[in-house]
């Protein structure tokens, strides 16, 4: 366990899972709480037991089947109903029940909200807040209060708001964490009102905030600065409408531009991997653009300072990538010159041998490519096939002798607006496989899905691992060149086979060529990843 | 033209192009600035004449083409070359000659950037930025200087950054523009630092704010509470890496929060529009917990607070979604649609006279469509049929029969790698118009090309003005959640008759289906703008 003096609270199974189309299963929230422990987080708000069923099973399996080496478990759950005391609540027994060691309960602490929405008095609020709080401090449990729209509340009476920071206190809770809930708070405003609570009322201070304003992250630095030493976050910063606070983004903040030790040894360089990981559960594509985190978040576009960067990276980046587990990425684009088509190889690596001669000819390709379309900065495989070539290795399983593609609309009545049509599409290849003639047919639901039925069909008998292979993105581009429909189209493709993903693209005035181009060396690459030998005379 | 007192300066088009996976055409260019002239912004930076064709042409055809109601156009550049006079440099004389009546001039201030990368001496810089601004400021035109790497520069050796801001201020730059180029930074450190380079030089100050913290749009209002009065954003944050600051979170904020006036009026609302078009032509999907414009940024998951919400929805959102021309979502039981359809209806000149369950109609069959897929937000042809459909006015010029398409590459030899194929399509078209049957068939360079040939000489004969009407963009898009070609697929279609363009909306599961369902689309709406009576009995 850390110590006990700053708090990174996680709540992506509670808040988290608000986020508009995501719906966790139990053994997604198990599956996601070790990995949030990975990171090294202090709490992990599970959910609302008691609220419903599956929270509820989840505090059940998790008391049994979670073991966590720095993270405590923590329910959430709301202040007793009006009328009612905390001891004859069964929402709160659930609370109790929960075998969770602390317990976050939020409590209002706007009074327009307490007389329109909860329908009581602000006194019967107050009461709510001590009794409950107190209540499960005698059980032996730990409590944490969210007053809930405390920011909003605030501005609007700010005598009420300190009362409940005081009642929450002055009934036992270790944190009272002020919600900007609505998110609309900018970061100066965080910071003047967490001072003033902090000077009025001497409480321990938590910061949850919402992303609506696009700084959640800042608010939630903010508040720190003022004083706060606990932060509600949320893996990605998943959350209801716009989002939370991201936990990468605030650790990061805190860890590496701060100084402050939040995590234990060990835990930052697993943000990149944690991230990543929970974006596949909740089944969302991770986003390349987050901070610290994105695909994207230390890539490079070369071109003039590429051998700046080679001499000095430190130069262009705000911080090492090794230190949240993501790398630099050099993007290789026209612009690119030699010296970072040696920084692509090497972060590939391939072993360019410092032959300059080498690293001159495939810079003078991807340029001539890039005039005709082509752009690498999406499609590494293709970017490594090229290099292989031009080191030469080429990397070719098969070769194309021709193929045709038929999409058919059948004769039917008049379809209406929108209406959706009784199409089918055939594909047949004719290909040389080690040496073999192989002809395959194969129907699909468009041309590439047809042509790459028809592909797989054709080989799966000599490359079994095939089977194995699944194409997970296609991105068409229309280029300028002439107009509309008689231009030059790029395409992507994007395979995977379980542990990792490729890209290759492909260039050609008709789709389905350019498709076909993408998908070959798509092929090529997934086999040579599965580690069948290259065959130069298929 | 707004008051000069505060920039809003947009540089999607130069650094947001940044981005990795954008590659933008002179078209969408133009495109673009015409949405982010529709937002309001004072300053429009088009690109870096002379450092690329591309750039260069943008300029040309700009000035020709492009009239802007708010923006004035802004050319990117660098200052001159070390040991070369300004008025003997040739970037800076296509700088001169760019039409442009500003010049951002990018600008070293790190010792170690001038040193490492411009290899030159620091003196040396300082004369390239005065000579650079003074030359262009002779010819006319107004210089905001970029100092790169400003922040980290200034904790390196403030007295050299100062010297920068003192030298391009004193050259006649209007505005000294300080850059957080590699984003490390956090509000308090450019709160502290704009301030004290505020008092140390009496220059008039810009920010440029990268989002490698998640801090871009907090550090670019840090910086404005400092005394900035000239912000640097993006639209939706495109850029390097992470991204810029959000152009629409900026001014959300400045104007929301800060009741800073620093769009034209009326323009607020015109910012989820302008966000998801200009998504739309960089070919991202618009991100949906954008804030202020994503589609989740007003929705609620609904549950408890349903009936709160209903009698007071400001209790609930931090700010009215109407204002930034988004709307209130319930993820329950949706409410919204119906305003925003009358509102759509009378935009495109149709009159719904009040009908209440017609619009309702509308919304139904608008929600339906984009639960399998449809969206209309970048298609208002596709939506104007639909209204029209609804009201009893289908448009209607032929009836499909059925169609197919045949594409084939020809036997040949084994191709290189990112070898050009040669294939041919060919597409077969059966339909009625006019109650006459007629079947054509025509050659393409691809699917939708050979289609969109054979429609056109299968009708040609009955409608001459066919033959003035041009496919000018083609658009695919595979929908998420879906896995490879195996998904669905959305194709937008945009078709010019020289006097305006129009784009339609097809989706289905196989391309050449959702290309055909939009092109039906294109030629019924083409034919109606080019006066042909409606026969619905085709």
Redesign the interface.
Known sequence: MRDDGFHVFDTTLRDGA????INLRVSDKLAIAKLLDDFGVGFIEGGWPGANPKDTEFFQRASQELSLKHARLTAFGATRRAGVRAADDPMVAALRDSGAPVVTLVAKS?G??VE??LRTTLDENLAMIADTVSYLREHGQRVFVDCE?FFDGYRYDPSYALDVVRTAAGAGADVVVLCDT???M???DVFRTVTEVREATGARLGMHAQ?????A???T??AV?AGATHVQCTANGYG????NA?LF?VA??LTL??GMDVLPPGCLEEMTRVSHAVAEIV?L?PD?????V?V??????AGL?AS?IK??PD?????DPELVGNTMRM?VSDMAGRASIELKAEELGLDLAGDRALSGRVVERVKS?ELSG??F??ADA?LE??LR?EMGE?V?YF??????????????D??P?????E?L?EATV?L?VKGERVIATAE??????AL?RALRSSMEGVYTALAGL???????????GS?????I?RTLV?FSDGTGEWTTV????????AS??ALE?AFDYGLLRQGYPRDRRA
């Open positions: 608000q986020r508009e189309g706007d327009r909200h329109r929405a729209h609505n998110g609309g900018l970061p100066d992303d609506d304003t696009g700084c992250v800042a608010n630095l903010a600065e209801e409408r716009v989002g991201d983004a990061g903040a531009k701060r089944n594509a390349t653009h987050r901070p610290y994105g994207s978040a230390f890539a490079h576009k300072h700046a001499v000095d130069l262009y980046q705000h911080t993007l490519l082509y752009s900065e999406a293709s096939l090229l070539e080429p070719r070769e194309t002798e021709s193929w045709r593609v038929i999409t058919e609309r059948r004769p039917r008049g379809a607006l929108f209406g959706a049509y199409s599409t004719k040389r699909g639901n468009g041309p590439v899905n790459d699944e194409l997970v993105d296609y991105k068409v581009r229309i280029l300028e107009s509309g429909t008689n231009a189209t994007t492909g260039v050609g005035p008709n789709v389905v060529d076909w181009v060396q």
